[in-house]
């Protein structure tokens, strides 16, 4: 898997393969399943999982997940994928060490700024496409900028969870109907996160090992 296709996660929408009908919601289902994910958003300062990145060729990728809101996220790559993506509160770095470069993108010009804001009106630019007992399905997209692509965020109900909302993933498509699909696992909410975990080595002036 080359490096922009693992960026897809950070810079495609997203839209839960699972999901091969998108139901209407009525518009108070709408507004109380919003208020639910900004409360569970809201709720959540630190979150950490293992995560399986999947791309539309079927191939996959496995790694840890560090967020800490707001604007700070990590996904740390297994073995084989030397390259990290991390947030540190002001930009998303996709830094390739095989070839030593880093790119980098403004938070609000991805997808992912929907987690890693809490205090967004997602009124604005996100809707519930789906709900029943069990899950909540949340599409999001800006309709003024829609080279950002769509994002589509899967929760679980889960009472013991933060606003009784689990994380379980989404998926993201750009605008070349690039899909990226990324599932969690082993959720842990609201622990210690130091900032440091969001610190990395320029491989353009140490061409060391990630950091």
């Known amino acids: 898997?080359?490096?922009?296709?693992?960026l897809a996660l950070a810079a495609a929408?997203?839209?839960?393969?699972?999901?091969?009908?998108?139901?209407?919601v009525a518009?108070?289902?709408?507004?109380?399943?919003?208020?639910?994910?900004?409360?569970?958003?809201?709720?959540?300062?630190?979150?950490t999982a293992n995560?399986?990145?999947?791309?539309?060729?079927?191939?996959?990728?496995?790694?840890?997940?560090?967020?800490?809101?707001?604007g700070k996220i990590r996904?740390?790559?297994?073995?084989?994928?030397?390259?990290?993506?991390?947030?540190?509160?002001?930009?998303l770095h996709m830094i390739d060490y095989d070839v030593r470069q880093v790119s980098r993108w403004p938070i609000n010009d991805s997808p992912l700024s929907v987690l890693l804001n809490p205090d967004q009106d997602l009124g604005r630019f996100a809707r519930v496409v789906e709900e029943n007992r069990q899950a909540l399905l949340v599409e999001a997209r800006d309709p003024r900028r829609?080279?950002?692509?769509?994002i589509s965020i899967a929760f679980a109900k889960v009472p013991s969870a933060p606003a009784?909302?689990?994380?379980?993933?989404?998926?993201?498509?750009?605008?070349q109907n690039n899909r990226t699909t990324i599932r969690l696992s082993n959720q842990r909410f609201n622990v210690q996160v130091a900032d440091s975990a969001f610190r990395w080595t320029d491989p353009r002036r140490s061409g060391g090992p990630r950091g």
């Open 164 to 175: 009784g909302l689990l994380l379980s993933g989404w998926t993201t498509v750009d605008a």
């Open 1 to 6: 898997m080359t490096a922009f296709r693992a």
């Open 13 to 24: 929408p997203v839209a839960l393969a699972a999901v091969a009908v998108q139901m209407p």
């Open 51 to 70: 995560f399986t990145q999947t791309d539309r060729r079927g191939q996959s990728l496995n790694g840890q997940l560090t967020l800490k809101r707001p």
């Open 27 to 47: 518009a108070q289902a709408q507004a109380s399943g919003l208020a639910q994910v900004q409360a569970h958003l809201k709720a959540t300062s630190t979150m």
């Open 75 to 91: 996904f740390e790559y297994g073995r084989g994928t030397n390259m990290l993506i991390v947030g540190d509160g002001r930009a």
């Open 146 to 150: 829609p080279e950002f692509g769509t």
